[in-house]
C-alpha cells in the first residue's frame, strides 16, 4: 500500500503527509480526510464485486474441472491472487478511517501480501498472453499442445515461478514495514534507514513500474497483436466471428492500459521528485498525494475486471461454467437441457500444406485456438 512523502530531506521518506518547503509546513489534514471518505467507499465496492467474480473463478477450477491449457492455470492463479490482494483492503480501509490499530507484525503481513498480491497479477496477465501466443504458434505450424502430466508440471513450475518472483518484489514491505505513530494517529508504513531512505524508495519506485506495468504491458502487446495478425489470416472463419475474437484482445489491452497506466505514471513522478526534488508548492504536493489515493483505487479496479476479460468471456471457462451448472442439476435431481459448452470464442486454424490445396486433397489438419 502506497504511502505518502513529506519532507525533502531523508527521514521525510519515513514520515506521513506533512511535507516541508523551505521552512514552512505543509499541513495535509485534507488529504487524510479525503483519503478517510474515499478509500473505505472505492475498497468496499471493490472487495463485493471482486470477491463474487474471483471466488467463482475458484470454485468452478476447485469442483474437479480439468485444467487443460497454462491459460487456465494462470486464470485459476489469477482469481487466487486477485482474491488474496482484496482480503487486505478491508485492513486499509479501516486504516484510512482510525489509524492502524493491529501492530506492527499484521502491518507486515498485510503490506506483504497486497504488494506480492498485485505484482503476481500483473505477472500473471503477461503469462496469459504469452500462452496465447504460443497456442496460435503451435496451431499454425501443425504442432500439438499436448497436456499430460509432464506438461502441467511445466505448467506447475511456470505459476510457482512467478509467485515467486511476485514475493521478491514483495519483500521490501514485509521488511521495512512498520506501525509510526504520525500526527496523533498510528500509521503502517515503510520506515527505511536514514542512510538509504531517498535512494531506496526511489529504485523501488522504478523497479514496480518497470517489472509491474512496463513489461507485462510490452509482452501483452507484442503477443497480442501477434496473436490478432494469426486471427485475422485464419482460413475458414467468418468474419464476425474474427472481430469478435479481435475485440477480446483489444478490450484486455486497453482496459490493462487504461487502469493502470494513470498509476504508474504517478509512481514515475514521484520517483523523480525523490531523485530530483521536482515539488516545491504545497498544494502541488497534496494533488499528488490525493493523484496517488485514485490512481491506485482504480489500479484495484482491474483486480474486479479480471474474471470478466479472462473468464468469462475468455479460454474454457464459459464451458466449465455450464458443465458445473449441468451437473448441479443433475444432483438437485433436475435434467437441464442441453446446454452448448462450447467456449466463447474459438477460431479453427487451418495448417494444411499449399500442395495440398492446389490438389483439391479433403486431408488437412485443422486445430482450433481458443480465446
Known amino acids: 500500500m502506497e504511502d505518502f512523502y513529506d ?12 511535507y516541508s518547503f523551505e521552512h514552512s509546513i505543509c499541513d495535509k489534514e485534507a488529504v487524510r480526510h479525503f483519503g478517510s471518505v474515499f478509500l473505505p467507499i472505492i475498497y468496499a465496492v471493490a472487495l463485493v464485486v471482486g470477491l463474487a467474480g474471483n471466488a467463482l473463478v475458484v470454485a468452478v477450477y476447485a469442483s474437479k474441472v480439468r485444467l487443460r491449457t497454462l491459460t487456465d492455470m494462470c486464470i485459476l492463479n489469477l482469481a487466487v491472487s486477485d482474491l488474496l490482494l482484496l482480503f ?18 499484521a502491518c507486515k503481513v498485510t503490506s506483504f501480501l497486497y504488494s506480492t498480491n498485485f505484482g503476481c497479477g500483473m505477472l500473471l496477465l503477461a503469462c496469459i498472453s504469452v500462452d496465447r501466443y504460443r497456442a496460435v504458434a503451435h496451431n499454425a505450424s501443425g504442432r500439438s499442445g499436448g497436456s499430460g502430466p509432464r506438461t502441467r508440471k511445466q505448467w506447475l513450475l511456470v505459476c510457482v515461478a512467478i509467485w515467486a518472483a511476485a514475493g521478491f518484489l514483495g519483500l521490501p514491505d514485509l521488511v521495512f514495514s512498520t506501525v509510526k505513530h504520525s500526527h496523533h494517529r498510528l500509521a503502517c508504513t515503510a520506515v527505511y534507514p536514514h542512510s538509504m531512505a531517498r535512494p531506496a524508495k526511489a529504485a523501488l519506485e522504478l523497479l ?33 466471428r474474427k472481430w469478435r475474437a479481435l475485440r477480446v484482445l483489444l478490450a484486455v489491452v486497453a482496459v490493462f492500459l487504461l ?29 499528488l498525494d490525493r493523484a496517488v489515493q485514485v490512481t491506485e483505487s482504480l489500479a484495484l479496479a482491474h483486480a474486479c475486471i479480471n474474471p470478466l476479460l479472462y473468464a468469462f468471456i475468455g479460454s ?40 495440398q490445396s492446389q490438389s483439391g486433397s479433403e486431408d488437412q489438419d485443422t486445430s482450433t485456438f481458443t480465446i
Open 259 to 287: 487502469t493502470q497506466l494513470p498509476y504508474n505514471v504517478v509512481k514515475l513522478v514521484r520517483a523523480m521528485d525523490i531523485i530530483y526534488m521536482l515539488v516545491t508548492d504545497c498544494e502541488v504536493s497534496k494533488g
Open 7 to 18: 519532507d525533502n530531506d531523508d527521514s521525510s521518506f519515513n514520515d506521513s503527509y506533512d
Open 316 to 355: 474454457s471457462f464459459r464451458g466449465h461454467v455450464l458443465k458445473v451448472a449441468k451437473h448441479l442439476g443433475q444432483r438437485l435431481g433436475r435434467h437441464p437441457r442441453p446446454v452448448d459448452e462450447q467456449p466463447a470464442v474459438e477460431i479453427a486454424l487451418n495448417t494444411r500444406t499449399q500442395m
Open 88 to 105: 487486505t483492503l478491508p485492513f486499509w480501509a479501516a486504516d484510512a478511517v482510525h489509524g492502524w490499530r493491529l501492530g506492527s507484525s
Open 208 to 240: 514496480e513500474v518497470t517489472l509491474r506495468f512496463l513489461l507485462p504491458f510490452l509482452v501483452m502487446v507484442v503477443c497480442y497483436s501477434w496473436v490478432g495478425r494469426a486471427l485475422s489470416r485464419a482460413v475458414g472463419v467468418r468474419r464476425d
